[in-house]
């Protein structure tokens, strides 16, 4: 099988073209590529797909398998990945991912994709919806009880599930031990991504992310947006904001006109392969 390794400022996945065959089990070869060992080593996988609704479909799988409806960093290198092998000759395409279609406009330097503005749509703030636990119409720094200690978060769906905690020392965070903990708590039936944030300034954060079925990434962008949005709701940001993650900056705007929040990032590809899916079964489940 040929793949694609891309990443989004380090939010890196192993990328197929779909657009012609279909891929069996897609999530058992997601947790084996994603095998930084003994795979090829990434956050997961991603199908690039055929649509009858929109340009391409994006279909998105984390390390552990499972499947996502969104991911920022992803739709990205998918915008990358169709114009600079020539699927598309367009420079503002829709992608369809989880359902939702995204708007996509790329920036091309000497015929290659070199960054990349998606419409990311409106936020979901409605707990129900998110989905989390909780009353009223938004939790903003709402209390929430993790490992014996009392955080505030501020829960956002950019369509998959985020809880984002404002604090300071985010490049201390021990956050191996309280991400899983955030995951896999009782006041999130979906699981949650979680945002660990530090505000610099009303124009700039600093974010760390724990993905669930993933871990901590270098980079999230629906988590970036989720950010922003939350910040902007604690009264503590702009309107146009840049989230400073590990593996680098999104710009992130939610505009008042049209409720939608917009990010723009780069897009890279790293290299280009083949993989025998049995060979790599054998490798990976040796263990």
Same mark, same amino acid.
């Given at each position: 099988?040929?793949?694609?390794?891309?990443?989004?400022?380090?939010?890196?996945?192993?990328?197929?073209? @779909?657009?012609?065959? #279909? &891929?069996?089990? $897609?999530?058992?070869?997601?947790?084996?590529?994603?095998?930084?060992?003994?795979?090829? =080593?990434?956050?997961?996988?991603? &199908?690039?797909?055929?649509?009858?609704?929109?340009?391409?479909?994006?279909?998105?799988?984390?390390?552990?398998? *499972?499947?996502?409806?969104?991911?920022?960093?992803?739709?990205? @290198?998918?915008?990358?990945?169709?114009?600079?092998?020539?699927?598309?000759?367009?420079?503002?395409? *829709?992608?369809?991912?989880?359902?939702?279609?995204?708007?996509?406009?790329?920036?091309?330097?000497?015929? !290659?994709?070199?960054?990349? #503005?998606?419409?990311?749509?409106?936020?979901?703030? !409605?707990?129900?919806?998110? $989905?989390?636990?909780?009353?009223?119409?938004? &939790?903003?720094?709402? $209390?929430?009880?993790?490992?014996?200690?009392?955080?505030?978060?501020?829960?956002? *769906?950019?369509?998959?599930?985020?809880?984002?905690?404002?604090?300071?020392?985010?490049?201390?965070?021990?956050?191996?031990?309280?991400?899983? !903990?955030?995951?896999?708590? +009782?006041?999130?039936?979906?699981?949650?991504?979680?945002?660990?944030? +530090?505000?610099?300034?009303? !124009?700039?954060?600093?974010?760390?992310?724990?993905? #669930? =079925?993933?871990?901590?990434?270098?980079?999230? =962008?629906?988590?970036? @947006?989720?950010?922003?949005?939350?910040?902007?709701?604690?009264?503590?940001?702009? #309107?146009?904001?840049?989230?400073?993650?590990?593996?680098?900056?999104?710009?992130?705007?939610?505009?008042?006109?049209?409720?939608?929040?917009?990010?723009?990032?780069?897009?890279?590809?790293?290299?280009?392969?083949?993989?025998?899916?049995?060979?790599?079964?054998?490798?990976?489940?040796?263990?």
């Amino acid at each position: 099988m040929k793949f694609t390794k891309m990443h989004g400022i380090g939010n890196d996945y192993v990328y197929m073209d @779909c657009t012609r065959e #279909r &891929l069996e089990n $897609p999530g058992e070869i997601a947790r084996l590529v994603s095998d930084r060992h003994k795979g090829i =080593g990434s956050d997961g996988l991603i &199908l690039i797909q055929s649509s009858d609704e929109a340009d391409f479909e994006m279909a998105m799988y984390n390390a552990d398998g *499972s499947y996502g409806k969104m991911c920022g960093n992803g739709i990205r @290198c998918v915008a990358k990945y169709v114009y600079d092998n020539g699927l598309t000759d367009k420079t503002e395409i *829709s992608v369809i991912s989880g359902g939702a279609v995204k708007y996509l406009k790329l920036t091309v330097e000497n015929g !290659k994709v070199k960054k990349v #503005r998606v419409n990311m749509g409106e936020p979901i703030l !409605k707990p129900s919806e998110i $989905p989390v636990v909780g009353e009223g119409d938004k &939790l903003v720094a709402a $209390p929430i009880v993790v490992d014996n200690q009392v955080y505030e978060m501020t829960c956002v *769906s950019m369509g998959n599930p985020h809880a984002v905690v404002f604090m300071d020392g985010v490049d201390d965070l021990k956050i191996e031990e309280i991400g899983p !903990k955030f995951e896999q708590h +009782e006041r999130f039936p979906d699981r949650v991504n979680t945002e660990f944030v +530090e505000r610099m300034d009303r !124009k700039n954060l600093k974010m760390r992310v724990w993905e #669930r =079925g993933s871990g901590e990434t270098m980079a999230c =962008g629906t988590g970036a @947006c989720a950010t922003a949005v939350a910040a902007i709701l604690n009264g503590c940001a702009e #309107r146009e904001v840049t989230v400073h993650l590990l593996g680098g900056d999104l710009e992130i705007q939610w505009d008042e006109t049209d409720n939608c929040v917009y990010m723009t990032g780069a897009a890279a590809t790293a290299f280009t392969g083949e993989f025998d899916p049995e060979e790599l079964r054998s490798s990976v489940e040796d263990r």
